[in-house]
């Protein structure tokens, strides 16, 4: 009998998640290094300003030396929020490079404290960057289950370019994926 695509996806996470926890430091900063260049070729191309990012949880790749770079360029770095009232979904908020300004939200993970006056329209988002459970060749995302980023995507327009970052082997050929997953455009591993 086949597997459901559930247990299929749910153990896909599993094992990549084992993988991503067993990654030496080195082997973290220098995939982390090594998506600059290809993240900034089309950042370049696209001539974006507004840049959502996201803070590294459970050994996710680390975008913050990417983040630096841009902050350097004088571009708008966004971090996403658990949105208060709309469940599951997520809001954007300016990141001012504070540590102070950030607390953990009930997931464990980093989030800049909510402040309506930092808060970016969806719409005025350039490029979104987007951790990764697994993906596959054809750009689709699996995530750690929650469907944040699947609820939050399919609310913005198409001009917005949505780019997975992950490690290799976080690759495979092919994913289980279910009709709301979102996709991404482009996908750069470390
Ligand atoms: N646009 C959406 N509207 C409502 N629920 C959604 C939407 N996208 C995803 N979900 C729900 O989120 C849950 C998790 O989605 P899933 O794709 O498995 O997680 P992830 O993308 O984090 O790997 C699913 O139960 C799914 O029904
Ligand atoms: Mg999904």
Redesign the pocket.
């Known amino acids: 009998m086949q597997e459901s695509i ?1 247990s299929q ?1 749910q153990q896909l ?1 599993q094992i990549m998640r084992n993988k991503r926890l067993n990654l030496s430091e080195q082997e973290q900063i220098q995939a982390s290094n090594s998506i600059i260049v290809p993240a900034m070729a089309l950042i370049e191309k696209y001539k974006a300003t507004n840049f959502a990012f996201y803070l590294p949880f459970n050994n996710e790749i680390c975008p913050l030396p990417l983040i630096n770079e841009l902050s350097a360029q004088q571009k708008q770095i966004y971090l996403p929020v658990l949105h208060p009232f709309s469940k ?1 979904n997520l809001l954007f908020i300016r990141y001012d490079n504070c540590k102070k300004s950030l607390k953990l939200n009930r997931f464990g993970i980093l989030e800049p404290v909510l402040n309506v006056q930092k808060i970016l329209p969806l719409n005025q988002l350039d490029i979104i960057f987007t951790p990764l ?1 697994a993906c596959d060749k054809s750009g689709n ?11 939050t995507l ?1 609310q913005t327009s198409s001009n917005l370019i949505k780019i997975g970052l992950g490690y290799k082997f976080q690759q495979v050929d092919k994913l289980p994926v ?1 009709h ?3 996709p991404l455009d482009y996908i750069i591993l470390g």
């Open positions: 559930q996806r996470r599951g459970v995302r699996l995530g750690m289950g929650g469907g944040f980023y699947d609820r399919a279910e709301w997953d979102m």
